[in-house]
């Protein structure tokens, strides 16, 4: 079975302040997810990490994908109020995807 | 694009009824939906694979004839809580995969929703 930690667990900042949330394997993954959801709603997809190595920037988000393709993390720099939600790194095998307990993160003005 | 819309949003039912759930892919088609469960502060808990034309894939646990699922067309895939009780009361949660070749397809969700058994 493939699993997905994720750290921290919960997190709250202040906003301006920068954070990374970390995703961890043993197992190695074809593609790797970053999801966003916020409270009543279903999650949505913020980037797709395919290739060992590979870093991908949305605006103020940097999201890295270790080179042996079993860790991944996610970097807010300047986070403000309207990045709280919870955070799930998602693995992708050949259909299914294996969701980490997520990231709760809130953001204090 | 990649929209998916579920409905309801939200439901609340009497113990012992059956409610149903649609999710619909908007401006794509889908030939593999997901159905989760996710209870409050969670992440999401896998309960079946739905394929269009086939039997749904229960995961381990789940119980099919509880949670009877639907895949009648490329667009829409349907969930059936029977014999509902409080117990059953979660978000739920569809998603449907687009079909990328060589690669995980990604998967796109619906907004939820919410099951109150009374």
């Known amino acids: 079975t493939q699993l997905l930690e994720q750290s921290p667990q919960f997190l709250s900042i202040q906003e301006g302040e920068n954070l990374t949330v970390y995703c961890n394997s043993s197992s190695v993954f074809s593609s790797l997810q970053w999801y966003r959801q916020e409270p009543g709603e279903g999650p949505v997809l913020l980037v797709t990490?395919?290739?060992?190595?590979e870093v991908k920037k949305l605006k103020r988000l940097t999201f890295q994908f270790g080179d042996a393709r079993k860790d991944s993390s996610l970097h807010i720099t300047a986070a403000q109020p309207g990045d709280t939600g919870l955070y799930l790194c998602a693995g992708g095998g050949y259909s299914t995807l294996t969701f980490g307990k997520g990231t709760m993160l809130l953001v204090s003005p | 694009g990649a929209v998916v819309s579920q409905h309801p949003s939200w439901v609340i039912c009497k113990s012992g009824t059956s409610v149903k759930i649609e999710c619909r892919s908007l401006d794509f088609q889908a030939t593999t939906m997901f159905w989760y469960r996710q209870f409050p502060k969670q992440s999401l808990m896998l309960m079946a694979t739905?394929?269009?034309?086939?039997?749904?894939?229960?995961e381990q646990g789940v119980e099919k004839d509880k949670f009877l699922i639907n895949h009648a067309s490329l667009t829409l895939s349907t969930l059936t809580v029977t014999s509902a009780h409080p117990e059953d009361s979660s978000f739920y949660i569809c998603?449907?995969?687009?079909?990328?070749?060589?690669?995980?397809?990604?998967?796109?969700f619906g907004p939820g929703t919410r099951l109150t058994v009374t």
């Open positions: 990490v395919v290739t060992g190595g």
């Open positions: 998603s449907a995969q687009t079909g990328l070749a060589g690669v995980a397809g990604e998967q796109y």
């Open positions: 739905s394929n269009e034309g086939s039997k749904a894939t229960y």
